[in-house]
């Protein structure tokens, strides 16, 4: 299992994010993903990154599909493989009904059919294909020209069977956020593998983004998560996470506690079939840099 790094971009400098990229890959970590919020647009801002930051891969986790057509998505994505050399895993998502409706003012009734239909026309445009589809959800008509780039990894924000079954078909895997052990291994690997192997496809890729802290104050830091991301469990698609995993929230997903603890709970999320952690380090500078420290030797033995 390889180890990323997560670019916290929330209220900080463009230029800062920059930096933590290019530590990142000094350090040795195998990849930098960024979150598209309401703030930096996170393809572009990897553009950026990607200049300074040489030879770490780099992804979106995810970027939602509904204020993109597929043809804007598939152009900004070849640019930005021009522009850092084919380094992209470009990861999107149908975001979430309260996002999607009362932001975007798009209707959220068919997520799982404009999924599809949008996979079924990015792909394509991803290769350097012509489409030419009208359906129900969506119409994309055209060719996107980007000389020189490779079709980016593409991966989906799955957490139910049928976005998993969807991702498996149609994408190269699924990255997940807030997800526990007991989930992937029961539910998500398992889900989206069959689903891969039956439309004769590759294994998937299993990207699982988490906090991580080494710390002697566990509780502390799980009540920060916990407070800071108390309306993640009223999510509908990360409440049935939670209810699947057992736990009450966000806060019951982080992996804490020492140096030992941290590195069983890391092992068991590749026990469980997770491909490649994405890890945010949180917790005082000292915890961040002993976590960091940490992760960085377990990407080494991973080779």
């Not at 990015?122 to 780039?149: I, K």
Request: glycine share 10%; with cysteine.
């Amino acid at each position: 299992m390889r180890v990323g790094i997560y670019l916290d971009d929330q209220g900080r400098s463009l230029d800062v994010v920059v930096e933590a990229a290019r530590d990142g890959a000094k350090a040795g970590f195998a990849s930098a993903w960024l979150t598209q919020f309401a703030g930096w647009d996170a393809l572009t801002a990897l553009a950026v990154v990607g200049r300074d930051a040489p030879g770490i891969e780099l992804g979106t986790a995810v970027v939602p599909t509904y204020p993109r057509h597929p043809l804007v998505l598939a152009s900004q994505a070849l640019t930005v493989q021009a522009a850092v050399g084919n380094r992209l895993t470009l990861g999107i998502g149908v975001s979430h009904r309260v996002i999607v409706e009362e932001q975007f003012g798009y209707s959220f009734d068919r997520p799982v059919d404009h999924l599809r239909e949008y996979l079924s026309v990015l792909g394509p445009l991803l290769r350097g294909e012509s489409v030419s589809h009208r359906g129900a959800t969506l119409t994309a008509v055209g060719a996107v020209d980007a000389p020189g780039t490779k079709p980016p990894s593409l991966l989906i924000g799955a957490l139910g069977p049928a976005m998993l079954r969807t991702a498996g078909e149609l994408a190269d895997g699924t990255v997940t956020t807030w997800t526990g052990p007991a989930t992937l291994a029961d539910h998500i690997v398992p889900t989206i593998t069959r689903a891969a192997r039956a439309a004769g496809r590759p294994d998937p890729r299993v990207v699982a983004l988490t906090f991580v802290c080494v710390t002697s104050d566990a509780d502390a830091r799980r009540g920060w998560v916990a407070q800071r991301f108390a309306m993640v469990g009223q999510l509908p698609s990360y409440r049935a996470v939670f209810d699947r995993e057992g736990v009450d929230g966000p806060g019951d997903t982080v992996i804490l506690g020492d140096e030992a603890s941290v590195e069983r709970q890391i092992r068991r999320l590749a026990s469980a079939g997770v491909t490649e952690l994405v890890a945010l380090p949180i917790g005082s500078a000292q915890e961040q840099t002993t976590t960091t420290d940490l992760l960085v030797g377990l990407n080494t033995r991973a080779g």
